[in-house]
């Protein structure tokens, strides 16, 4: 078994093996489909990595990985090695099952190097920090995190900003 795959064990005599994989553009539309079935509004962009865990073939969770570009001095956007982890599905019936959490944790596996921002929902809190997530206040956050939170707030949203690898200063 290698570190991609894993066997759930919900069957001793013909287990099933999860295994995970980032898929090539091409196939984002397979993503695009789970994320439907899924009940979520993810949308896979061309810019993503896109991540899944698979049960057999299927598709049982996803997460979309967007860089983040920052301005640079001279007027373009230069990405930083930021990334924004964004649409973080799993299947309803494979929800607490401990899924999300494997799956969470090979995807940090992929991104260990990376600096990484999310806006879970509030009840969430605890699920991210288990793969070394933090919480941390809006007025601590740069910009290009914190307009955006502040929007999905004024929605009504009960998000929070959570980072990996962030070493502190604003830009």
Not at 35 to 58: C, I, N, P
Request: glycine residues 6%; charged residues 20%; contains cysteine.
């Amino acid at each position: 078994m290698n570190k991609d795959s894993e066997s759930n064990g919900f069957n001793a005599m013909n287990p099933v093996i999860m295994t995970y994989e980032k898929l090539m553009p091409i196939a984002y539309p397979l993503a695009n489909r789970f994320y439907k079935q899924a009940g979520e509004k993810g949308k896979t962009q061309s810019t993503d990595s896109v991540y899944v865990a698979r049960l057999g073939a299927k598709i049982i969770a996803a997460v979309r990985l967007c860089p983040v570009l920052v301005r640079s001095q001279g007027g373009g956007s230069v990405s930083q090695n930021r990334l924004l982890l964004r649409s973080l599905a799993v299947l309803p019936e494979h929800r607490r099952t401990g899924v999300g959490r494997r799956f969470m944790e090979y995807v940090v596996e992929q991104i260990d190097a990376y600096e990484c921002w999310c806006y879970p929902f509030s009840w969430l809190e605890q699920f991210y920090s288990q793969t070394d997530f933090r919480l941390i206040s809006p007025e601590d956050t740069p910009a290009f995190i914190r307009v955006p939170f502040e929007n999905y707030s004024r929605q009504g949203r009960d998000i929070l900003i959570m980072v990996r690898n962030y070493n502190g200063i604003n830009t």
